[in-house]
């Protein structure tokens, strides 16, 4: 057989081939679910018939679904000039760096959520993972970023002249749904804080207002569990201390879980196994104790674990975010990997890599979902 008709007729098996499998569109997408949205991306201009699937809701799911198994971290040193998302793996290597448009002039940015590729910003200086902000005088700005896609869609403006005094985003019911809860007061020089709340919905994409309400949050930390936001609450004795928790549904149901301590200004709600957690680390014992909330009717909690930490307690602990069996602990200067299996921590070497040691992280699943 000559070598051109050889040629011919091996392009042409290959061609039927690949027929056929852009003929069952369900195998092809079971495919490209498997790539990374940069790729996706570019393929999608390939065909008419690719442009369709990979936009399609369906394929969006099935690409999150597969996200999903391999979750990374997200770093954002919020106090940085340059305003860069660093990305993460497992090993504590980091992978890529992405620039969004239109932040690199804002005079303060602060990413104070993630969940299912999208990240919230605002421009109101929360401390990351802290219960402070400081002083400001410029209304709210929330901006929804999907980092992959590099979409970003600033909200629109909710009430005006208010004191904030917390935020946090809920993701439900449909896959490409999202609601930011907005909690605030009328400023007034009245030492009574009369908590109030209203609701952004990406549905209506209008802000809508429940009215005042008897518990509000401490900032803008939050971790969203199983269709529910939750904040920690200040004690009654100590306002920069947590004393218990706001958990709020879909259905917009606010109830209040009781913790399984009394714990210490280093306390973090994350997810962890699909379950809400809860992390303190204790300057008196230095050591570090997980719950896991078993009975959020009953306030029932499990300890998972607890060790002793690798760091002096003198050092502020700034960020924590978890990852399957993993939990990152960001200090004002060091950066450790806890590893709930092996019971060991893993120090990472970050010293040049910021400019001034400010970051806070967060678990990353990159998607192709929109911001609006």
Known sequence: MKRDEFVGKHIQRTSAGWFAVESAEDILGNILSRLPVKLLLILKVISKLWH?????PNFTKLHLCQSREKPIYILFPFMDAIRSLYLMDADGVITGTINLPGLENLPSLCMIGSYNGLICFT?????PHSFKTRAVVTD???RICNPATHEVWLLP????LKRELGIGVAF??????????????SKSKSEVIRPECEIFSSSTRTWRSIGFVQHCPMGAHHAFVNG??????????????????LSVDLDENF?????????TEHAFLVDLEGCLSLIVVFDDDDIMVIWFL????????EEKCRDGIPYETVECLDSVAARKNDIFFITEERYFIFSMIKMSWKELDFEELFEQHSPVVFTYTESLLPCR
């Open 255 to 263: 109830k209040i879980i009781r913790l399984p301590v009394a714990v």
């Open 140 to 142: 709210l700005e929330i």
């Open 123 to 127: 421009n109101y200086p929360w401390f």
């Open 157 to 160: 403006n909710g009430s005006q």
């Open 228 to 245: 529910k936001v939750f904040w920690f609450i200040p004690s009654e004795e100590d306002h920069n201390i947590p004393g218990s928790i």
């Open 172 to 185: 439900g019911p449909g896959i490409s749904e999202y609601r930011v809860l907005r909690f605030f007061c």
């Open 294 to 301: 078993r009975d959020e009717n009953e306030s029932v909690w």
């Open 52 to 56: 369709r699937l990979i936009r399609s």
